[in-house]
């Protein structure tokens, strides 16, 4: 039975990265667009690395007049999305096959950790608007310039996330026992620590050298910042803690500590956790939300945990103390 559930870990682990992979916001994306009779396809070009050239391929399609100019609208700098298009620098776009309607612009790239926008539009002779390719949302497109993350770094930070999400299936699974009236959390105790420990290494000082590699910054979890990555990894990391600590007792075999929580409670923990996990890793990487609305969730979901943990630790020295108390009664009889 254990080698099954130790195959079912490392399945569920890689196949978890795997979709956590394919649904990144950071990856490139076929795009299409018809305004006016013009059809515009682009494979997008998320990232690129810094102090390079980066090349944004293009096809459109239609009536090209001659009186007609193909335009790339970039951001300059201090400028991002929010900035009013008409603010943006202005280029032509260099023709690859014109008769082929492809075309491509090319950028060169600033500091890992900036972004440039960007958009395409289609002007007459006299400046008139004929048709424009944005998102879909009508915001310009980005493109991130990310550094070159040394080797022994990239492999510090992935190994450790599959190895927590390795151990958190392992612990989930010994944790649907104890759900069911089992007494012994020790083994599900240990896998959480070794869940918490892995997700430790993995998000912070390897986490913080991605980052410092990659965008120039060293953490942008709350309360020093509001991306999405780095908060979703250090919300797990912030429930793994609490579940480590609740079951603190039996991992330490009772020395001089004790569970704040009884079997059946840890157990549900426990599988919370996976659920917190499973939910975390299916937000798409790279996502971003507001940073009013991460400040919000993450601030509230820290605070919750928090408040788990006291009300464990409270329930303790009451249960300790009615027992002290019914001991002594015991003893005077």
């Keep these: 039975m254990t080698y099954v559930k130790v195959i079912l870990a490392i399945v569920f682990s890689l ?26 396809e682009m494979t997008t070009v998320p990232s690129a690395l810094e102090a390079s050239q980066a090349k944004i391929p293009i096809k459109i399609t239609g009536n090209m007049e001659p009186n007609l100019h193909l335009f790339f609208r970039s951001s300059k700098h ?17 023709v690859e096959d014109s008769a082929a309607g492809l075309y ?6 600033g500091a890992r950790g900036r972004n440039l926008h960007y958009y395409f539009e289609i002007r007459d002779d006299i400046g008139g608007y004929r048709a424009g390719f944005l998102q879909p949302d009508g915001k310009p497109f980005k493109l991130m310039f990310f550094g070159h993350v040394p080797t ?4 510090g930070h992935i190994f450790p996330i599959t190895a927590t999400v390795f151990f958190i299936v392992m612990g989930s699974l010994c944790a649907i026992p104890l759900v069911r009236g089992k007494q012994n959390v020790r083994p599900m105790s240990i896998y959480f620590f070794m869940a918490t420990l892995a997700a430790f290494l993995g998000t912070y000082p390897f986490g913080f050298a991605m980052n410092h590699y990659c965008y120039g910054t060293i953490w942008e979890g709350v309360p020093f910042g509001t991306d999405a990555t780095d908060n ?12 480590t600590l609740a079951g603190i007792g039996s991992f330490a075999r009772g020395k001089n500590s004790r569970d704040i929580y009884p079997p059946k ?21 790279s996502i971003q939300f507001s940073p009013e609305l991460t400040k919000a969730v993450c601030y509230s979901f820290i605070g919750l945990v928090g408040l788990l943990y006291i009300i464990g630790w409270l329930r303790t020295l009451i249960v300790g103390k009615l027992g002290t108390k019914s001991a002594k009664g015991r003893k005077r009889k």
Excluded: C
């Excluded at 409670?265 to 990487?285: D, E, Q, R, S």
């Design 15 to 40: 196949l978890l990265l795997y979709i956590a992979k394919i649904t990144s916001e950071g990856r490139p994306k076929f795009i299409s667009h018809t305004e006016n009779g013009f059809t515009f």
């Design 78 to 94: 201090g400028q991002d999305e929010t900035t009013a298009l008409r603010g943006y620098s202005t280029a032509p776009l260099l």
């Design 104 to 109: 491509y612009a090319m950028v060169s790239t």
């Design 152 to 155: 022994f770094v990239l492999v």
């Design 232 to 243: 979703k990894t250090q919300l797990l990391f912030v429930f793994l803690l609490f579940v």
């Design 265 to 285: 409670a840890l157990g549900l923990f426990g599988l919370l956790a996976f659920a917190i996990m499973l939910v975390i890793y299916l937000i798409p990487h």
